[in-house]
């Protein structure tokens, strides 16, 4: 697919409805990021905003990118509402051809999965590129499909968390491996069905000096 053409896929599935995700913040973010002590951010694939509202409101200074113009519009409004906007800065672009400048205390990827084209060996090594000395970087994946996805997702393969980690350039310098594992947590389904989804989470450290 052309990057056009990616971008449109993205424009016509946040067209589908006034919101396509909760709003909320991914809880593995949540749980690593609320003991770092705040500095900048950057939040890839960043959507509505979830992860990059809750990150701002806990001190964060964040970089919100997505490919999706309609998504960031709603991310934008929705940091107006809260009185955020001096802490956010959105950015689009589709990050399988350019990746922001700078470098970060955090940078996070939440679910950067896509069915369509998404160059997450070269994102993966930008992210890294983009963490500063004593910066984390984290990444969750899903691990497997939800108990509630329609068949061809079920059908799907996704990379353990191994090969993931595996995936990642993390160029030159030392890094701590601070968790690179699979985590079980429950969650609801779109029509309130319960069930337990499997996660990748890779955390990564910076050594400070590098």
Known sequence: ???????????????????????????????IASPL???????????????????AEHGWQVTGVDIADTALGRAA??????????????????LSETFPEGTFDLVSAQFLQSMVH???????AAAASAVAAGGV???????????????????????TVEEVFASIDLGEGRWDRL???T????AVGPDGQAGVLLDNVIVLRRSAGE
């Open 1 to 31: 697919m052309t990057e056009s053409e990616v971008k449109q896929h993205w424009e016509d599935r946040y067209a589908e409805r006034e919101r396509i995700w909760s709003g909320r913040v991914n809880p593995h973010l949540a749980e």
């Open 37 to 55: 002590t705040s500095g900048s951010a950057l939040d890839l694939g960043c959507g509505e905003g979830g992860d990059t509202l809750w990150l």
């Open 77 to 94: 409004a929705e940091a107006k509402a809260r009185g955020l906007s001096e802490r956010v800065h959105f950015v689009q672009t589709n």
């Open 118 to 124: 998404l160059d997450r060996e070269r994102i993966f």
């Open 137 to 159: 970087l984290i990444i969750v994946d899903h691990g497997a499909a939800p108990p509630w996805a329609p068949a061809h997702i079920q059908d799907h393969v996704f990379p």
């Open 179 to 181: 968790h690179v594992g």
């Open 183 to 186: 985590v079980e947590r429950d």
